[in-house]
């Protein structure tokens, strides 16, 4: 009988095994669509093909697209490639898929990554774990909108004992890239957080560019502390998600991620005692059993050695029980300082806190209101005083007279006026003619 014989089975599972395992995790690439059918399952098939070659590809329900395309739309698509067990062909399986006419942006973005890939920076065991339960965590993010409500809402939900830091940071446009890269600089100077989510909204490939900057992604990848990278909406990949430690779909999930529930906690706790004190009842009732069988089988002949045996046994328990009160001191002081922390975090207080502070900032506006206020007053009356000075009405109430030409000219030079020129002179309550007999020289 032949030795090493495969079924088509075991071949076609090796045959995939060695496909995934030599191909990249995730691949890029472009093509025009062609087969395009959406089954009534929800999932979404069809092939890739260019001049000359042919690949199949598929979309499951749960992958969620910004919108369908249709045979012959030329793409760009991300995804792994996978081996069809039954039908013994390999398909991509696709994760996201873009119009190739997306022009220069989107080849900056692959020559980025493709780049930084190169240099390992996207390399999973030189990314750093994340801690499992942080006391502390910075938020990178805009200080208005959604995202930062969401992550607070979700962090108070699971975790109200967690501290968590803000960086207002911009999160689109010139300069975004620096404002985040300056908080990952904060947060690894200052060393007051044990985990950092960088996170925004969803938008277009040139609304999320900040998060496609190569120094951002070295900063990232650098940081001391752990960074989660949480930037628009499941379908939208940059450079940072590939360059943080842990990539979340979604803000909101950003934040599950980070924390267990302090309700899993307790659970946890209440579970390990129970389990604890179930070993111990099973453990003390094997000792006292071996100890009865001890005493029956040497009670005669060997009354010295059972006695230390007995003895052994009761220290052994006796540090046992001692060991186990200590574990269970130490879960209940655990248990009792994460509640002092919840009541600390009480809404009620921080309410009255805030209250205190508004109401200071209200004084301070009145105040600086009244004197802006005051101040602009003068200020206006200084010049009101001004205009009154040089208008031309009141300096005819001192004296003074305009002269004109016949044309309507004022004379402001005895060189532009000549003898026999006919004038007129105009006075604060009227006016006359007059006629230059001579000019003097002064």
Known sequence: MRENVLTVTQLTRRIKESLEASLPSSITVTGEISNWTKSSSGHTYFSLKDDKALIKCAVWRST???????????????????????????????????????????????????????????????????????????????????????????????????????????????????SIISGIEYFNKKKIVDLIIIARGGGSLEDLWAFNDENLAYAISGSQIPVISAVGHETDFTIADFSASVRAPTPSAAAEISVKDVKDILIFLETSKREMRSSIKHDSSLLRQRMSQLKQSFYISAMAPINRKRDTVSFLLKDMEDSVNLKMQRAKDFVSGRKLLMERANPANLIEKNRFNLNSLKALISVNANSLLNSVKNSVDVKKHTLEALNPANVMNRGYALVYRESGEVVTDKA???????????????????????????
């Open 64 to 178: 969620q697209l910004k919108r369908d395309f249709k045979d012959g739309d030329k793409v760009i698509l991300t995804g792994h490639i996978s081996l069809y067990e039954p039908q013994g062909t390999y398909q991509i399986i696709v994760r996201t898929i873009e119009e190739s006419g997306q022009g220069e942006l989107f080849k900056k973005f692959l020559e980025i990554k493709e780049k930084l890939e190169k240099e390992g920076l996207f390399d999973s065991s030189k990314k750093k774990s994340l801690p499992a339960y942080p006391m502390s965590i910075g938020i990178i993010t805009s200080p208005t909108g959604s995202v930062i409500k969401d992550i607070e809402n979700v962090l108070k939900r699971r975790a109200p004992y967690v501290k968590k830091y803000l960086y207002s940071a911009s999160v689109q446009g010139k300069g975004s890239a620096e």
């Open 416 to 442: 532009t006026v000549k003898v026999n020129q006919n004038l007129k002179i105009a006075l604060r309550d009227g006016s006359f003619r007059s006629k230059v007999t001579s000019i003097k020289e002064e």
